[in-house]
């Protein structure tokens, strides 16, 4: 399920008005509303990102977890995570996806994983700042995390989409079971 408005409307402040949102995320305050009201499932991932930013919890809790019922998870309250990663991140996950044909829009909590490997990788991968030259270098990384192509037993994009939202043990676990390895 995607808990993303239903988030927003738990979050907001009388101050959070969709202009200010708008705004946030640099987007027209009407596109806003309509998200708002379910009038449109559109919507851009940094846009998403920069509201989980602007209310203090993770992207993924905010697309994926019920914050009324249930608060952030430990990791999203206290992340001190550096937002340029976190958009060199995002902006090679929507290239390597839409090379593929997938969209991240309206399937944001699954490509939650993706996002959390596609940051520890920029971590390391850009110490001191992200380099645009490692950039093909690192697309590719983040495509091999996402899966390979169907053929020769290695795991399809569907396979490694649904893998990301449960997590690469229950995936192991289920190859394990199966007999596969």
Do not use: C
């Amino acid at each position: 399920m995607d808990y993303l408005r239903k988030n927003l409307a738990h979050l907001r402040t009388a101050d959070d008005t969709e202009i200010v949102l708008g705004r946030l995320a640099g987007m027209h305050q009407t596109t806003v509303g309509r998200y708002v009201r379910g009038e449109t499932d559109k919507l851009d991932v940094n846009a998403a990102a920069a509201w989980a930013r602007h209310f203090g919890v993770g992207l993924d809790d905010l697309v994926s977890r019920d914050l009324a019922n249930e608060g952030p998870s430990r990791s999203s309250q206290s992340t001190g995570l550096d937002e340029d990663k976190i958009g060199h991140a995002l902006t090679s996950m929507d290239r390597v996806l839409r090379k593929r044909g997938l969209k991240m829009e309206g399937a944001l909590g699954t490509y939650a994983r993706l996002l959390i490997f596609a940051y520890e990788l920029a971590n390391e991968f850009y110490p001191d700042g992200v380099a645009p030259s490692q950039r093909r270098r690192y697309d590719e990384l983040v495509e091999l995390q996402l899966g390979g192509v169907s053929h020769e037993g290695k795991r399809s994009a569907e396979e490694a989409a649904q893998e990301g939202a449960r997590g690469p043990a229950s995936s192991k676990a289920k190859r394990a079971s199966s007999g596969r390895s």
